[in-house]
């Protein structure tokens, strides 16, 4: 008896478990396919291995994508050195090779809703605006995907 209801509990949690992936990748899969049909329709999108690139008339983009689960907080520390915090933790990430590329980048950020914060120095932060550019790259949450192309800033 004990053991059927420990089979069941864990079939139960690996189910729930195999849901919530499946989701998540139903969610990514969703919004870079909007994201990329809203790009096309702007410029020339265009796939090369495993990277996105957007030609305008006067650049050409890396077009790159970065999940920060929802609810919670970005922050760049650096260049290379973004933070993601959440209700019970916080981990800091090293962008190294995800930003390596030398043309400008333009990141989308989904699907938090969150402010994106940046430390200009040691003790200043500042929030990050879609239409502003840093390091080479503009950081967009995926529902301000439309205002920047509507205000042809790119």
Do not use: C
């Amino acid at each position: 008896m004990f053991f059927e209801i420990l089979g069941g509990a864990l079939a139960v949690v690996i189910i729930i478990f195999a849901a919530v992936k499946l989701h998540h990748k139903k969610t990514t899969e969703d919004v870079k396919a909007k994201v990329r049909h809203q790009l096309g329709s702007y410029g020339e999108l265009f796939h090369e291995g495993n990277k996105w690139f957007l030609k305008t008339k006067n650049h050409t983009y890396l077009v790159l994508f970065f999940y920060v689960p929802l609810n919670s907080e970005l922050t760049v520390n650096s260049r290379t050195i973004w933070e993601i915090k959440d209700a019970t933790k916080t981990r800091l990430i090293d962008q190294s090779v995800f930003l390596s590329s030398k043309l400008t980048k333009l990141i989308i950020i989904f699907p938090t809703t969150v402010t994106i914060k940046r430390y200009i120095n040691e003790n200043e932060l500042e929030f990050v605006k879609y239409n502003k550019s840093f390091y080479d790259m503009y950081l967009i949450r995926h529902f301000e995907l439309d205002k920047i192309l509507e205000e042809n800033i790119l």
